[in-house]
């Protein structure tokens, strides 16, 4: 249980488009997932918190025009990179929280990524 | 905003020795503190996680401990073997209270040698 899915998993855009990522989770309800990107070899970035029904919350520094979130149903969260430069091209991965587990509020599962390269 | 600090960057032992990797944080009000195993390419997977009302947690080959006073955390591997080779995280938050998200360590990379 308690898997999580990302599509697509890679990606290549020309500069100036926009790139439309999923991330589900399969057998369990998520009222809360989370973006997070990942550069080569370097650790992971929290980039926004998606809130079921409401708006994104976004870290400091990461521009919520740019990366567009809708997190419209318990199971589905979308983050769609606008205007792509060459700079956004990186591995983005999203998470969820399994609320409906007792005792398992806080861990998160990870989905297996998304690799976007912008030409 | 939470800052995690982790060492070393790259941590070399022979097969069946020990490994040990520290973390520490800023945040006082941070209260879970994950350890995440992330092959090349993959994923992060959880192996082991702990909250901040408990010391130690262990689970079979693996533990971590935590000192909520000077605010650092560590995770040891025993016994370690070929497949335990990856990048490993650490990472703080504060479910509930305002920063649900993971603030990740720089990451450790773990090569056993044969």
């Known amino acids: 249980g308690a898997v999580v899915s990302q599509h697509p998993s890679r990606v290549i855009c020309k500069s100036g488009t926009s790139v439309k990522i999923e991330c589900r989770s399969l057998?369990?309800?998520?009222?809360?997932m989370f973006w997070y990107r990942q550069f080569p070899k370097k650790s992971l970035m929290l980039m926004a918190t998606?809130?079921?029904?409401?708006?994104?919350?976004?870290e400091q520094g990461v521009e919520k025009d740019k990366f567009l979130i809708n997190h419209a149903s318990l199971t589905l969260s979308t983050l769609t990179v606008t205007s792509a430069h060459p700079e956004d091209s990186s591995f983005y991965i999203c998470?969820?929280?399994?609320?409906?587990?007792?005792?398992?509020?806080?861990?998160?599962?990870f989905g297996p990524g998304t690799r976007l390269t912008v030409t | 905003g939470e800052n995690v600090e982790q060492h070393p960057s790259t941590l070399s032992v022979q097969e069946g020795d020990s490994a040990v990797i520290k973390c520490t944080y800023s945040d006082s009000a941070s209260n879970y503190f994950p350890w995440y195993k992330q092959e090349l390419g993959k994923r992060p997977q959880l192996i082991i996680d702990?909250?901040?009302?408990?010391g130690e947690k262990k689970d079979q080959r693996i533990a971590v401990t935590l000192n909520k006073t000077a605010k650092h955390f560590s995770l040891h591997i025993t016994e370690t073997q070929p497949e335990d080779s990856a990048v490993y995280f650490c990472a703080a938050s504060r479910p509930g209270g305002g920063a649900d998200g993971l603030t990740f360590g720089k990451g450790t990379h773990l090569i056993i040698q044969p």
């Open positions: 998470s969820a929280r399994d609320y409906g587990r007792q005792g398992l509020l806080y861990e998160q599962y």
């Open positions: 057998d369990f309800q998520a009222t809360t």
């Open positions: 998606s809130n079921e029904g409401s708006k994104a919350t976004y």
């Open positions: 702990i909250r901040s009302n408990v």
